[in-house]
């Protein structure tokens, strides 16, 4: 079984850094039943690829009853696909392999894990019901699939096609240690092995590599299903676990929902939202801003104010959400735009929690309503795409104020406005972020109270203006 991984980011060789694999060593490893090879076949400044070559040893899996039971032929305890097809045997060797770097550690360059990187990685061969599924499978990831299919016997044609392929994935930018743990969890799936040890270890796995891209995946319960064999005892709470009540929402719904189901008096609500967007709008008239980020653009709502100003020459719409991003489109009629217009906006995918060199260079940034959508543990990852890297010369950040929600009779204490929120802090909490980020990336900031002022409790909203 060869895995290859192949990248023509520049230096390539940095491969070997995020893998703290010498490029010029041949490394091997012992697994529980053979040995793990790792090797580059090629690593020049241009084109880097690393393999890792599993010998599994079907004899030692007999002794320990790691093999298939023999139900199906005589010899087929000895004469089998172990040796041969990816399996659970490649995630244990991934990992003892490649631990450093599916934690996203690089102890000489602490930068590299982050960066997004073309990638291409071979897998001969998967197991798999069909090439549609290992279409559907890797494709909602972001990959560009190739499979190649083989006959069962080439001089038996009316055999027809083993179950076997050899998978080809290539994604234009994504971070190693994402590639490693779609490879990691997926690739059992797709074996499917009834022989494979389930226990609770394995649903957490699961849970630790899958966190950041299995809840949205399409297929997520039967990827579930599959990697913990089907059995119902681990199944159910780990779908409960992964998903914690907070099953990704359509963006479709949750744009409809951030703004329609938020917990605010009927008639307060759309003029809430709109005294923020308005407000931010002014900020960045006041500022003189030219060149404009729109970060978590969402349908596009602030992209319409600031296409209004004058002075500003070019918007750079950026969201997670293909979805939005498209309602952004109509919304803003983009495609009637003439073409003066259309060339001051750009709308992109993008993620606010990963480095992206197309954010440098703006005069400010624009993040409404935003932060609180993203992990708290992701915040510093946010701060440092943002403030650290993009280093635009405001930073605009607005977010609900907890303090405010004892006026909305409908939320109980502890529960948030919206159910995607994943935090909502109070006027201290808010306060304490933002000067911290101000401190360690060389801004000022001041806050400023958003919406209708409720004694006490302050305002619905609050607004950090950072300025470099
Ligand atoms: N700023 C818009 C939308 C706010 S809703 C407005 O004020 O109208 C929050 C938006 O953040 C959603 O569109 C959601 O898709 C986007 N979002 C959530 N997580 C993100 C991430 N990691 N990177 C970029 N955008 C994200």
Same mark, same amino acid.
């Given at each position: ?8 980011? =520049? ?57 298939? @039971?023999?139900?199906?032929?005589? !010899? ?7 040796? *041969? ?8 060797? +991934? ?21 997004? +990187?073309?990638? $291409?990685?071979?897998?001969?061969? /998967? ?15 972001? *990959?560009?699939?190739?499979? =190649? ?8 044609? &009316? ?40 226990? &609770? @270890? ?39 676990? +992964?998903?914690?009540?907070? &099953?990704?929402? #359509? ?23 709109? =005294? ?36 500003? $020459? ?15 489109? =109509? ?19 993008? #993620? ?11 005069? @400010?940034?624009? /993040? ?5 959508? !993203? ?21 605009? /950040? ?5 303090? *405010? ?44 109270? +958003?919406?209708? &002022?409720?004694? $006490? ?12």
């Amino acid at each position: 079984m060869l895995l290859t991984i192949t990248t023509t980011h =520049q230096p390539a060789t940095d491969l070997g850094y995020l893998l703290h694999k010498n490029p010029a060593r041949l490394q091997t490893i012992d697994i529980a039943y053979g040995q793990a090879h790792i090797f580059y076949p090629e690593a020049t400044a241009e084109r880097c690829t690393a393999a890792l070559l599993l010998d599994i040893d079907p004899i030692g899996l007999v002794r320990n009853h790691r093999g298939p @039971a023999g139900e199906g032929f005589a !010899l087929e305890q000895y004469v089998n696909d172990r040796p *041969y097809a990816a399996s659970s045997f490649l995630s244990t060797a +991934l990992s003892k392999a490649f631990n450093t770097a599916m934690n996203g550690t690089c102890k000489d360059r602490p930068e590299l894990p982050e960066v997004l +990187l073309p990638l $291409e990685a071979t897998v001969a061969v /998967v197991p798999a019901a069909n090439a549609e599924q290992l279409r559907r499978l890797f494709a909602p990831l972001g *990959y560009e699939i190739d499979t =190649q299919a083989y006959p069962l016997d080439p001089t038996v044609p &009316e055999w027809g096609e083993s179950r076997y392929f050899t998978l080809q994935l290539r994604h234009p930018a994504l971070r190693l240690r994402d590639l490693l743990s779609h490879l990691y969890v997926l690739i059992p799936v797709l074996d499917n092995d009834k022989h494979y040890w389930v226990n &609770e @270890a394995e649903a957490d796995k699961l849970l630790h590599r899958g966190a950041a891209w299995l809840p949205q995946h399409p297929d997520r319960e039967f990827i579930t299903r599959r990697y913990l064999r089907n059995l119902a005892e681990f199944v159910n709470p780990t779908l409960e676990r +992964l998903l914690d009540g907070d &099953e990704p929402v #359509s963006p479709l719904v949750l744009a409809a929902a951030t703004e329609a189901d938020a917990p605010e008096p009927a008639q307060a609500k759309q003029s809430l939202h709109d =005294q923020r967007l308005d407000r931010v709008a002014e900020e960045i008239r006041r500022l003189g801003a030219r060149r404009v980020l729109d970060l978590g653009c969402g349908e596009g709502k602030l992209v319409r104010r600031l296409l209004a100003q004058p002075q500003v $020459e070019h918007i750079l719409g950026l969201d997670v959400s293909v979805r939005e991003l498209q309602r952004a489109q =109509q919304r803003l009629h983009v495609a009637e735009m003439p073409p003066r217009q259309r060339e001051r906006l750009t709308l992109t995918q993008g #993620s606010l929690l990963y480095h992206d060199p197309r954010l440098a260079g703006y005069d @400010a940034a624009a /993040v409404v309503e935003v932060i609180e959508h !993203l992990d708290e543990s992701r915040l510093a990852a946010f701060e440092q795409v943002v403030f650290a890297r993009a280093q635009p010369g405001a930073v605009l /950040v607005t977010t609900p104020n907890a303090d *405010y929600n004892q006026r909305y009779e409908s939320l109980s204490a502890g529960e948030f406005r919206h159910q995607d929120h994943r935090f909502e802090w109070s006027r201290e909490q808010f306060s304490a972020w933002a000067a911290g980020v101000a401190e360690r990336h060389g801004y000022r900031v001041r806050i400023e109270p +958003l919406g209708p &002022e409720a004694g $006490e409790f302050g305002t619905p909203s609050q607004l950090a203006v950072f300025e470099r």
